[in-house]
């Protein structure tokens, strides 16, 4: 596995370009039920294996605009959509599109929820003041953690290796520590 080092220098201000490598209404494979997925641009983690290297650069995709968000937002008040899919890309080195899209959607779409996967753990986005942590506050599911090509196992729900979690994020951040979202027992 291949881990750039997390550094100062790792801030959505500093990296991010606007770009979405793509977006995918009604899908039932980002997370649970049917699900409106948007897949930002740019990664810096690199990790080998990854199942979307393309959206490893910022400029990969087009540009977010409000047409777009208004799309997503459109496609999410559909009845049989569950929520929001983040992907990447880097969703955490991309908080200036992603705030835009869940904020709107916690304040037009309350019942809606927000799935998110990261290459950061909880733990580091706990640690992270600012738009990282904002972004984290919002999210109700996070499957974290930097895909390991040496631990993949495509027989896990929702995660590609073994190292990943997928966490309750509201009870984690009540808790203070990592808590498996209930969801994932018996997957």
Not at 77 to 102: K, Y
Request: negative net charge; glycine residues 10%; charged residues 25%.
């Amino acid at each position: 596995m291949h881990r750039a080092p997390v550094r100062d220098t790792w801030q959505a201000a500093k990296v991010s370009q606007g770009f979405v490598a793509d977006y995918k209404p009604f899908v039932f494979v980002d997370g649970e039920g049917v699900r409106c997925s948007l897949y930002v641009s740019g990664c810096l983690f690199a990790c080998e294996g990854c199942f979307n290297e393309d959206a490893w650069s910022f400029r990969c995709g087009e540009r977010f605009t409000e047409d777009l968000e208004d799309r997503i937002l459109g496609d999410l008040r559909h009845e049989a959509v569950q929520g929001l899919s983040l992907l990447g890309g880097e969703p955490f080195l991309n908080t200036g599109t992603c705030l835009a899209v869940v904020r709107r959607m916690r304040a037009e779409l309350p019942g809606k929820d927000v799935w998110c996967w990261t290459g950061y753990t909880f733990e580091q986005l706990m640690a992270e003041p600012g738009d990282k942590r904002e972004l984290l506050e919002l999210v109700d599911v996070l499957v974290d953690g930097p895909f390991d090509n040496a631990q993949r196992d495509l027989s896990l729900a929702f995660r590609g290796s073994l190292n990943q979690r997928v966490l309750d994020v509201t009870a984690s951040l009540a808790a203070g520590h990592a808590v498996e979202w209930a969801g994932l027992k018996g997957r």
